[in-house]
T-cell receptor, first 110, second 111 residues
Framework: AQSVTQPDIHITVSEGASLELRCNYS??????LFWYVQSPGQGLQLLLK??????LVQGIKGFEAEFKRSQSSFNLRKPSVHWSDAAEYFC????????FGTGTRLQVFP | DTGVSQDPRHKITKRGQNVTFRCDPI?????LYWYRQTLGQGPEFLTY????????KSRLLSDRFSAERPKGSFSTLEIQRTEQGDSAMYLC?????????FGPGTRLTVL
């Protein structure tokens, strides 16, 4: 069955530090992968997507993610975190519908 | 820019009442999705439409839930005889290809 795992429920970083949020997926075919961000009480905003081609994809707000087929991973990275990045982050795989992970809550300390 | 809109944004109701939510997708998008999100969880798929045809329903969608998209434009999600377990954020999304765009959600609280 298709699934997405985000092993880290909660991550805390200092402003200016680098960030990596982990995502592992289970899907038989070539996956379409996404990262979304959600601020409290809000809908989901797309950060970036992978469909095919270059395995390192760039997104909005300085985020990037790398698709590694051998590890079934699609980790999200940012070299320098800003306080405004504090939010919930969801990884998802598209199988006609989106299957989401349980999310990682990012807290940023000044 | 007219993104996906949802109405109402918040709904408080008493157990046993019926509620209806509306979603207006991006105009040229032919697919429309409904998801439910409970506190501390990722969104879970409920159902989706391609134009006016409802193509898939999740096992989460009990008999008390019904969704329509009568003219392939806006969609409604109705919950009959609400239960406290129905309290959640209901998210709507629309897509043309493989990328889904989400609305702000309707937060339902059942007392």
């Amino acid at each position: 069955a298709q699934s997405v795992t985000q092993p880290d429920i909660h991550i805390t970083v200092s402003e200016g530090a680098s960030l990596e949020l982990r995502c592992n997926y289970s899907y038989g075919a070539t996956p379409y992968l996404f990262w979304y961000v959600q601020s409290p009480g809000q809908g989901l905003q797309l950060l970036l997507k992978y469909f095919s081609g270059d395995t390192l994809v760039q997104g909005i707000k300085g985020f990037e993610a790398e698709f590694k087929r051998s590890q079934s991973s699609f980790n999200l990275r940012k070299p320098s975190v800003h306080w405004s990045d504090a939010a919930e982050y969801f990884c998802a795989v598209n199988t006609d519908k989106l299957i989401f992970g349980t999310g990682t809550r990012l807290q940023v300390f000044p | 820019d007219t993104g996906v809109s949802q109405d109402p944004r918040h709904k408080i109701t008493k157990r046993g009442q019926n509620v209806t939510f509306r979603c207006d997708p991006i105009s040229e998008h032919n697919r429309l999705y409904w998801y439910r999100q409970t506190l501390g969880q990722g969104p879970e798929f409920l159902t989706y439409f391609q134009n006016e045809a409802q193509l898939e329903k999740s096992r989460l969608l009990s008999d008390r839930f019904s969704a329509e998209r009568p003219k392939g434009s806006f969609s409604t999600l109705e919950i009959q005889r609400t239960e406290q377990g129905d309290s959640a954020m209901y998210l709507c999304a629309s897509s043309f290809a493989n990328e889904q765009f989400f609305g702000p959600g309707t937060r339902l609280t059942v007392l």
